[in-house]
């Protein structure tokens, strides 16, 4: 039984020496260049031809039967059998080459996972290149991913950001109106109160008439609140949050004609008073880009008229804004893929999965579209 286990020992050990003496056999062929290989091959086929053909032609002359016809077999097979081996040769040498550009056309179409593979006695340099290219690929991906990380971190910024600032527009907002507001409404009270009580008729030789310098204050308080009020809902207005997207996109309007004179126009398609609100993050992004892009037209387009058009569907809500302004080409000093206002408004859209576009119309204006899906 010893001996048994012994001699299975024995041969295992031998087994593994020759494995690896294989293994070095082909390691060793494997990094023979191509043209070393050929020339291998073709003086192995030559000598051997030589030593055979001499051997069948001895053969045959003293049989009697060696002829010009045999003698060109002889050649012939010579011809075929070193042909044969060179196409083997080189078939299974640039086998990768096939590999590397089907991977190449995979890569291509988008299978990013797409690699080549190497082959048993592939020429080294052709290797080398394989290798190369699998690992510029494999740098490629690790670049794509981190690429796609950071963005998705930057994305997750701006949300965090724009969540933020409306969350402190808000706070500002609720400020102006219940501190600041009250405060204004206070004296504005307070200076009617004093105007009421003042005489009628002060002395003609006074510097400054006591009504007519309280009925001042009082205006420039009311001027005061009223500019307040705009400001808190330029900011943040409350119907937005209480009411939803429809009636704050119309009390916007609304107090935009009122404020700069601008011919605006509000079409809700698709909105039912049954339907469910919008989530709160869609109707403020769709909210603001509304906002931004009357801006752009009463500051930068100096537009006439504005027509917004609102529109939802089981799928997407859209938000379409056109003015009648010099359009973006025609602005001064204004590039559309640097402005602010755009990059602003593009953000919003595109942190809710949604669609951006600005482009100019004909014949003078500039039409803002956005799709946001359901």
């Known amino acids: 039984m010893t001996q048994e286990l012994f001699a299975s020992q024995i041969a295992s050990s031998a087994n593994t020496r020759n494995a690896r003496t294989r293994e070095r056999a082909n390691a060793a062929w494997m990094a023979v260049p191509l043209f070393w290989r050929l020339l291998g091959v073709n003086l192995v086929v030559v000598l051997g031809g030589a030593l055979i053909g001499t051997w069948l032609t001895q053969r045959l002359v003293l049989s009697g039967t060696f002829t010009p016809f045999t003698h060109g077999l002889l050649v012939l097979a010579a011809l075929c059998l070193s042909a044969g081996l060179t196409m083997l040769l080189l078939r299974a040498t640039f086998r990768p080459i096939r590999s590397l550009r089907e991977a190449t056309m995979r890569f291509n179409a988008g299978d990013h996972s797409a690699r080549?593979?190497?082959a048993p006695f592939t020429d080294p340099d052709?290797?080398?290149l394989v290798i190369e290219v699998n690992a510029l690929w494999d740098r490629l991906e690790a670049d794509a991913a981190t690429i796609r990380e950071k963005t998705a971190q930057a994305e997750r910024l701006a949300a965090q950001v724009i969540m933020a600032q409306e969350e402190e527009r808000r706070r500002v907002?609720?400020?102006l109106h219940?501190?600041?507001g009250q405060a204004l409404t206070a004296v504005i009270i307070g200076l009617e109160r004093g105007l009421a009580s003042m005489p009628e008729v002060y002395a003609a030789d006074l510097p400054i008439q006591p009504r007519q310098l309280i009925s001042n204050l009082r205006d420039l308080a009311a001027q005061t609140l009223d500019e307040v009020r705009k400001l808190a809902l330029e900011l943040r207005p409350s119907v937005l949050d209480d009411l939803g997207l429809?009636?704050?996109l119309r009390q916007y309007v609304r107090s935009t004609e009122e404020?700069?004179?601008?011919?605006?126009q509000l079409s809700v398609v698709g909105w039912d008073e049954d339907d469910s609100r919008l989530p709160a993050e869609v109707e403020t992004a769709l909210f603001r880009i509304a906002q931004e892009a009357m801006t752009?037209?009463?500051r930068h387009a100096q537009a006439q008229s504005v027509q917004m058009r609102l529109r939802r569907s089981p799928a997407e809500v859209s938000l379409d804004v056109r003015d009648d302004g010099v359009g973006l080409r025609s602005v001064p000093g204004q590039d559309t893929r640097e402005h602010m206002g755009m990059f602003g408004m593009r953000e919003r859209a595109h942190l809710l999965g949604g669609e951006f576009r600005a482009s100019p119309v004909?014949?003078?204006g500039t039409l803002v579209q956005v799709r946001i899906p359901l």
Do not use: C, M, Q
């Open 116 to 118: 080549a593979s190497l």
């Open 126 to 128: 052709v290797a080398a």
């Open 173 to 175: 907002a609720r400020e």
């Open 178 to 180: 219940d501190e600041a």
């Open 246 to 248: 429809v009636a704050a």
């Open 259 to 264: 404020r700069s004179g601008l011919a605006g």
């Open 296 to 298: 752009n037209a009463i």
């Open 362 to 364: 004909s014949p003078r």
